[in-house]
């Protein structure tokens, strides 16, 4: 669902090309056909390829002509890209008729691919799935690269975002320039190339802009996420209650007699900490469960983590129909499971501080963390105990 939905908002947005990636496939050879064909631009990558000849299973390269802004010198340039992903030795698809699909060396598929394209192209672009290093070692290498467009599959790395023009240590390499935008849309990386009058690069400015609030939706793109996020909810709660049909809730009291601790739920802290369930009560965290239901999200474990108490823990949320207590972020979310709280057995519960917000408050979901601002709003201790 969701990459048929990512192809669609690609069509809309004028894609010209695209980088085929070992994930691409993760599905088989015959969904990605049936994907590419709903797809109006070219996949390109030249080391993706038939075990038995050698040859890419879609085309290495790929001209696109761009017409430039009127007072240019040229009207047109000719941009030629390659497709590069990160070569693995364990990566073998079946295709048809026997055939299977494997992974070369990227290096030697552009060395392969590039003069010919060189002929054809005034401007050589590479676009890389590989770790950063690796994509280094292409310009490196390959004098013909005019600019690298990258992205990395690695997981923990998918984020990766280069500097820009600021910083060009990294990412400017002789004539080369290099630049990964992150993931998931968050950013839009911009390239702006100037041509001289014999359609070379004279100068080139790379900046990242970050995708915030304060950019409004294309309110056909808004639609078409909406919708899909909806038929992906409407699957994972399917899934999810087709895992534990007979469930009954837990009693949201009456911890459990074991030595281990376990989750409770926040209403029961309630009658001895009186002070501070009135903080927690008003604050985003006692709603942010709700936040993911209006976000027809609240199935999705991607954001389970953050909004719930304990999910993927032992004994933590699993579904509102199962864990009901333990929806949104509540008091054990920062202070851990309490059943054995008050109690002797394990005297001293609830240490915490507020150097664990950014567990949750990463870059990534809270742009706008700044301690100065986001504490004093939940703060329910006395403010001395406070350790940064
Ligand atoms: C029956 C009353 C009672 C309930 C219910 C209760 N607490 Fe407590 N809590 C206490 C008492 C008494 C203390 C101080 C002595 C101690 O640490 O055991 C305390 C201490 C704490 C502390 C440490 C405070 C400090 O000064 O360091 C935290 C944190 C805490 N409770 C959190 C919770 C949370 C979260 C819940 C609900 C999940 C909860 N408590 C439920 C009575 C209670
Ligand atoms: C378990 C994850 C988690 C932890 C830990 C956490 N937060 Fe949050 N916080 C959230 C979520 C999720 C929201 C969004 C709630 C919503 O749906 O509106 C939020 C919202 C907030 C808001 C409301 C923002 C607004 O403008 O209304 C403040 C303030 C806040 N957190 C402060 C903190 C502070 C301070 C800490 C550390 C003491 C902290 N949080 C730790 C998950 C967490
Ligand atoms: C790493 C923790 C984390 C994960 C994972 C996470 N969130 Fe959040 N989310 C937060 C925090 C923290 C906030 C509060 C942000 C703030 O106010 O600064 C928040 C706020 C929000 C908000 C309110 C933003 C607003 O408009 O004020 C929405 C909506 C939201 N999250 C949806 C989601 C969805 C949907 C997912 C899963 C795709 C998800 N979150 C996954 C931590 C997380
Ligand atoms: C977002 C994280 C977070 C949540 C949610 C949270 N707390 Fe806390 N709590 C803290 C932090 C941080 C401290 C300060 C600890 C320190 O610095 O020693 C604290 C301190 C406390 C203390 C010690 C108070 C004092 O007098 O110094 C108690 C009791 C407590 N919390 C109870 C609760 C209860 C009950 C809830 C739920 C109603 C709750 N907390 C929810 C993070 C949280």
Known sequence: MQTEALIEGMNALGYKVANLSLRELSDGYDVFLERQKKAQFPFVSANIVWQDTGEPIVAPTTVVRMALRDGAKVKEVRVGFIGLTRSDPAFLKAGPSRRKIVTVDPLAA?????????QK???????????????????????????VLGGDSTPGKTGMATR?????????????????????GKMLGEVRLTFDAKRAIASTQRSLVQLTREWPDEPKLAALMESVKVSINEYNKAQTLAQSPFASPQPASAPPANTEPAYTGSDRCAVCHEQAFAVWAKSGHARAFQTLVTAHQEFNPQCLGCHTIGFNR??????????????SVGCESCHGPSSLHPGPIE???????????????????????????????????KEAQTRR
Not at 110 to 118: F, G, I, Q, V, Y
Not at 170 to 182: E, H, K, S, V
Not at 314 to 327: I, W
């Open 347 to 381: 005297a001293g519960y609830g240490k915490t501080d507020v150097s664990s917000c950014v567990t949750c408050h990463t870059k990534e979901n809270s742009p706008d963390f700044v301690p100065a601002e986001y504490i004093p709003k939940v703060i329910h201790w």
């Open 110 to 118: 552009a060395e392969k691919n590039l003069p010919s394209l060189r």
């Open 121 to 147: 192209a005034d401007v050589i672009v590479a676009l890389v799935a590989m770790d950063l290093e690796q994509a280094r070692q292409l310009p490196k290498r390959m004098k013909e690269i005019d600019l």
């Open 314 to 327: 032992k004994g933590g949320y699993q579904n509102a129909r199962v864990t009901p207590n333990l929806v």
């Open 164 to 184: 820009t023009d600021d910083f060009p240590e990294d990412t400017q390499l002789g004539r080369a320039r290099l630049m990964y935008a992150g993931d998931q």
